[in-house]
């Protein structure tokens, strides 16, 4: 699976829109991006995932470029619950191939 | 969504036993379950893959004789540590990969085990 980079940490204030960068330059074609979130001392908590189109659920938006080398995370409105560490992976869905976590970025949000 | 449970939320032992954690997937059938370990202040790291009905597969400098893995059935997968040592305390996370429903093909997380090994 392709490796991505992250900025280690990011701060927000609350109520603005969170924008969380992630390159993955040596994507494949058939690799998904997916992005989950973990807040302190619990299990990693699904957001989002696309293969090349935008896309948008509830919870946040996920914008690839065309060339899909890299991709952000939206978080629109973000909330002081929003604060978590970010974690972007990319790899091959409908394989039942693993997850690999890199280091992530840790998102403050500041009231 | 898809839930998936683990249990104990939290376990003390002393150094040289055992301990047992269980991963359930609540509303879903996993063919497939996942465990992780998590130190202080680090990602998560990928021990093994455990596959219903199957030996489980680990992953490099894992000793599978030190955690044992079974797969019983669709919702339910175990993780054993065996003589537990105080290097083994850590934060342990199982998650189950989901096939049916939208979104397709993505795994959800339990709340994780914290375990410390006195």
């Known amino acids: 699976d392709a490796k991505t980079t992250q900025p280690t940490s990011m701060d927000c204030a609350e109520g603005r829109a969170a924008n969380l960068p992630c390159n993955h330059s040596t994507i494949s074609g058939n690799e998904y991006v997916y992005w989950y979130r973990q807040i302190h001392s619990q299990g990693p908590q699904y957001i989002i995932h696309?293969?090349?189109n935008n896309e948008t659920n509830e919870m946040a938006s996920l914008i690839i470029t065309e060339d899909r080398k890299s991709s952000t995370l939206i978080l629109p409105h973000a909330t002081l619950r929003d604060t978590a560490v970010y974690y972007c992976?990319?790899?091959?869905?409908?394989?039942?191939?693993?997850?690999?976590f890199g280091t992530g970025t840790s998102l403050t949000v500041i009231p | 969504g898809a839930v998936v449970s683990q249990h104990p939320s939290r376990v003390i032992c002393k150094s040289g036993t055992s301990v047992k954690i269980e991963c359930r997937s609540l509303d879903f059938q996993a063919t497939t379950m996942f465990w992780y370990r998590q130190f202080p202040k680090q990602s998560l790291m990928l021990m093994a893959t455990s596959n219903e009905g199957s030996k489980a597969t680990y992953e490099q400098g894992v000793e599978k004789d030190k955690f044992l893995i079974n797969h019983a059935s669709l919702t339910l997968s175990t993780l054993t540590v065996t003589s537990a040592h105080p290097e083994d305390s850590s934060f342990y996370i199982c998650?189950?990969?989901?096939?049916?429903?939208?979104?397709?093909?993505?795994?959800?997380f339990g709340p994780g085990t914290r375990l410390t090994v006195l």
């Open positions: 998650s189950a990969r989901s096939m049916g429903g939208p979104p397709t093909d993505t795994q959800y």
């Open positions: 992976i990319v790899r091959v869905a409908n394989t039942g191939n693993q997850f690999y």
């Open positions: 696309g293969l090349k």
